[in-house]
């Protein structure tokens, strides 16, 4: 069985038509959307990250809101910038949030995308060590991330502390067991997708990735995926790994949604530069009756090979319109597909 979730940007504007028009209202709607999703059915509820823009910028009350809210669906992030992030600070906020979910967290990082303002990271007092690049940054965070949510002692103790220790070195407090392995990374390239098969993390793929041939999105995801697993597999991880994908899917089943999306559906994939340096291939989304939809989907090769499928969700539109679209696919399509 697939795992369906949905992931959300948490945009928030006075535009007419949002009815998202706070940094309050995307919060409490968020934690809205994931109670909802998780009484539809649905597996997961993941947000987006990103600084400097009116959108969902820190994600571990939001995390820890929806954990306490709801009692079944995983809860996630894709993905946080860890050009942006402590990683011990980080390890203290998680395991906090993953405890107050019961082991529910399913923490997406990254190296980042190009965000509001120029070397961002630079104004929370993080800067490359000689001879990195802001990537190279984001990757030793993560490392030292993953490093510290083994849970092994490091730290040397106060011989006079204020309360009393454990014996031997200390850890990060809170400790949450089994987060190390709920770590996923958001891999760009099948590059950095084999780098994160190697370290033991799971994969988040989006709908925009490097690009790295003439193939179309799908399959060049495909391949991505497959080089994620070989790395697994050459490293003797002993678990099984996960990987996800993201997806623009709109089932056209009453007005409403004509309305929005018949007439939107981005029917080839796109090219485009996501910096200077990197082209990137946009993966097209689906907005169709459900019949041909159906169809399309049989078709995507990394739907196909993945576990989890997140579902991009118009945000502004409101809880009650999105809480529609993920029933939709629910019942419309994941059953057709072999999906439930």
Known sequence: MKKIGFLSFGHWSSSPGSQTRSASDALLQSIELAVAAEELGADGAFFRVHHFARQLGSPFPLLAAVGARTSRIEI????????YENPLYMAEDAGAADLIAGGRLQLGISRGSPEQVIDGWRYFGYQPQDGETDADMARRNAELLLEVLRGNGFAQPNPRPMFANPPGLLRVEPHSPGLRDRIWWGAGSKRTAAWAGQLG?????????????????????????QAFLDAWQQAGHQRQPRVSVSRSIFPLVDDRDLTYFGRRSQDSDEIGFIDAETQ????????AEPDVLIQQLKEDQAIAAADTLLLTVPNQLGVDYNAHVIESVLSQLAPALGWR
């Open 201 to 225: 993390m799971n994969l988040q793929s989006s709908t925009l990735i490097s690009n790295e041939s003439d193939k179309a999105f799908h399959l060049q995801q495909a391949e991505q995926i």
């Open 76 to 83: 996630g992030t894709a993905v946080i910038d860890m050009r």
């Open 280 to 287: 990137a291939i946009f993966g097209r989304s689906y907005a």
